[in-house]
């Protein structure tokens, strides 16, 4: 996230990121248990506060939960939640929450471009970028084969979600529940494949053929010419956050 910020804000991220709690969640932010957190957080900065007879500060909150094979529907469900159990915790807290639309933080990554453009300035830096281009229809192909082959085992990690939350739906109709779920967001795919998988593979496709670029995501990020919409938000919710004007 962090590269993303400095990627959208450019030398103003550092002082706007201070500014902001982030709480990162790795389930859904009810389960996660995201406003017992956040009332834990309040109370020691109250008893440092006290402590060190400072004013009271209102603290400001991102809460960022990645997809994880969730409905749309459950996702607008947890949006209208926990916004609700936030504003219990009382005053003092600012918070606004994020729930990624693609499947995990890492499928921001997967701008073809931006990877395409990393790969290409690596290559020219060790004097091979016209072996690197002549790979290039290869790699293209490869990618788009690679994401296709993830599609069946998505299609089963949201099925199986969605019998866990409806344990007496048979197998069958969560199957098709999910198949008519992914038919309408597939897209290319890019939002819902194991990022790190596809990741992995790419490098060491690149490896496998002499091309050492690592495609660490600070290269990625560094190459795209625009942050997605959904991260442009985010960065959206952390200025606002932080009280800085555009």
Known sequence: L?????????????????????????QEPVSAGVTQLI???????????????????TLHFLILG????RTE????????????RIRQTGPGVSAKLTIWRRNEFENYLLDPAAIE?????????????????SLI???????GQRVDAQRQRVLEAIANRIQSQERV????????RARHELDQAWGDGLGHVDAKVL???????????????????????EHMHAVHDDIALAMKRVRKLAGVSS
């Open 66 to 69: 990645d997809r994880d094979y």
């Open 137 to 143: 229809p290869e790699f293209r192909q490869f990618f």
């Open 39 to 57: 009332r834990q957080v309040k109370d020691i900065m109250s008893a440092s506060e006290r402590e060190g007879n400072l004013p009271a500060k």
């Open 73 to 84: 529907k459950d996702i607008r469900s947890d949006e209208r939640l926990v916004p609700q």
């Open 2 to 26: 962090t590269l993303f910020a400095h990627r959208y804000f450019e030398d103003k991220a550092d002082g706007i990121l201070r500014r902001v709690c982030f709480l990162y969640t790795h």
């Open 199 to 221: 990741l992995s593979e790419l490098r060491r496709w690149l490896q496998e053929r002499k091309v050492g670029c690592h495609l660490t995501a600070r290269e990625i990020v």
């Open 169 to 176: 739906l048979a197998i069958q109709s969560a199957m098709d």
């Open 117 to 133: 453009k990393a790969i290409h300035a690596f290559a020219a830096r060790q004097n091979a970028a016209k072996q690197w281009e």
